[in-house]
Structure formats: C-alpha cells, structure tokens
C-alpha cells in the first residue's frame, strides 16, 4: 500500500483537500477523522459530524470542529451551503445540500442513506484492508478531478 500511495504521490501530488467534513454514525466520523489527519491525507480544516453521541470515545485533538447533529443541525446546514472545494465523507443528505448549493466538492459515501451511487460488495473501513479501500476511493477522487475529461 506504501508503494503504490508514493507512486501516486509522485504522479498526482499529495492528497489534499481545502476542507474535509466527516459525518457519519459517531464511533465512525471520529475514527475516520482521526486516521484522515494522521495517514490518509491532508486538509486545511477538518470538521465531524456526528450523527449520534459517543460516550467512551474521546474526542479527537486532530478534529478542527465536532458537531452533533441532533443539537448543532442549524451550524451544520449553514456549514454546508458555505462548503466549497470540500470533500465530504458521509451519505447523500449532506452531499445533496452542497448540490443544490452549486458548491465544487468531492464526495465518498461512508454512511446511509446513500443514493448517489450502487454499493453491491460489502467494503470495510476498518484495518488494512479497510485502509485500502479508503485510499483507493480518496485517491482516485483526486485523480478523477484532475483529469482532463
């Protein structure tokens, strides 16, 4: 997985993105942010959403916001239209405001409901192979947006 990150790296640039909002299931948005900041890519601000409590979970120091969706749904609605050059990873409700917004994002579904795009094999988010998968998708969104067509 090294080697192919590095090769794209060299080829592509780094994976950065001006703003990544993360808003899933809570144990899931701070997991992946946490692993967003520390290994997969890079990011000027870097927002969660959760969409439920979390109560044994601390909350992650690399997290610029955290929001809860049931008490902050007023800033998180505002936060989206605002969005722009964003990648979003969460399901097709917040993707769908930016949509309508006419923002430029980038989007990679990692909760429900989910109605952008056919999800048929089970994809882990979890361990290496979970991490794989997460790379695989972040990275071929940065190529697909720099390429010509």
Known sequence: ML??????????GELWFDKIIVAAPGTTAICI???LREEWADTEKLIVICQNRVKKLPAPAEA??????EKDSKKIEQLLQQADNTLILGSSSESS?????GKRFWCCNIAY????????????F???????HMLQRLWNLKIKTQLPY
Do not use: H, M, S, Y
């Open 64 to 69: 610029d916001e955290i929001l809860l969706a």
């Open 113 to 124: 409901p989910v109605q952008d795009e056919v999800l048929l094999a089970a994809a882990p």
């Open 126 to 132: 979890a361990g290496i192979r979970g991490a794989g």
């Open 3 to 12: 080697t192919a990150v590095n090769e794209a790296r060299c080829t592509w």
């Open 97 to 101: 405001v930016l949509l309508r917004e």
């Open 33 to 35: 942010a946490q692993a």
